[in-house]
């Protein structure tokens, strides 16, 4: 190993749905983080690892950062917040299609806070502008704040991907490699499980839904005398009957795609068949409740 090998850790914040989590599965290669069209469907900081020759970039993925509402958002944010002191350069996501607003603003405060840690601005989905608008929404960014660097890229196209690669990396200290053996994340394949079984779930739902719905895998294991086949059993938690309705459908149809789509991206992600055991609860008001969300892995 030769002595300029770097390793550390990048942390990426923004807005909801502002292509966080896109980003961090084009840099990695593989999907570990859960995309979806709705805001806020990250809730864990899942770590994606990009492996170079010269360098372990360690990408943390954290939830969107937002004005706290509920108990369960202000836990998010303090999450966020303590992610970012212990990082060595943090990427603030801005997509390039819509207007900085409060949000960006609120954002920038806080990071103006982070002291230490180097913070460059990452414009995002770069492909869904022109040129003129992109150098538009470049010129805003750099009113937005102090930035170690500004970057325009696209998960969607590749575009400048290898570039802010680079640029992260740069940032990082010299270090030997923090994970060794190749894993591309740390995060525990039930936890993956889960996060992609919620995703299934969310495809179909009303917007209201998300922020309701969370998903526990209780068992995961291979069956019995056989080494092809998983067994998961898996709950999904709502808040209300009501909610339990919309996510079974009409004569549980709704509920039986949800489990053939995750079985599918689970057996994707393991390379094994999976046998997916899903149920529902209602945990009333399991995001205003303390108990409920230890219970669900949201710790203080
Ligand atoms: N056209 C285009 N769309 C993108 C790009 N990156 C992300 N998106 C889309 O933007 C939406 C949000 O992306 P996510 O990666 O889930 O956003 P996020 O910031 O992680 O969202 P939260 O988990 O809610 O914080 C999805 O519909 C993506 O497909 C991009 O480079 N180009």
Known sequence: MSDEFKAGFACFVGR???????????LVGTKVAITSSKPQTTRRTIRGIVHRPDAQLVIVDTPG???PRTLLGERLDSLVLSTLSEVDVI???IPADEAIGKG?????????????????AIVTKCDLVSREKLAEQLLAVSNLGEFAEIIP?????GEQLDILSDLLIKRLPESPPLYVGGELTDEPEQVLVAELIREAVLEGVRDELPHSIAVVVEEMGLREGRDDLLDIYAFMFVERPSQKA?????????????????????????????????RIKVAKDWQRDPKQLRRLGFYD
Do not use: W
């Not at 909801?16 to 084009?26: D, E, F, I, R, Y």
């Not at 459908?249 to 094994?272: D, S």
């Open 246 to 278: 919309i996510v079974i459908g009409r004569k549980g149809e709704r509920l039986r795609e949800v489990g053939t789509r995750a079985r599918h991206q689970i057996e994707a992600l393991l390379g094994t068949r999976v046998y997916l055991d899903l």
């Open 16 to 26: 909801p749905n502002v292509g966080k989590s896109t980003l961090m599965n084009a």
């Open 153 to 157: 890229v696209s998960a969607k196209a």
């Open 91 to 93: 990427g603030f996501c």
């Open 65 to 67: 950062l937002h004005r």
């Open 104 to 120: 960006d603003k609120f954002i920038a405060d806080k990071l103006a806070a982070v002291k230490r840690t180097p913070v460059m």
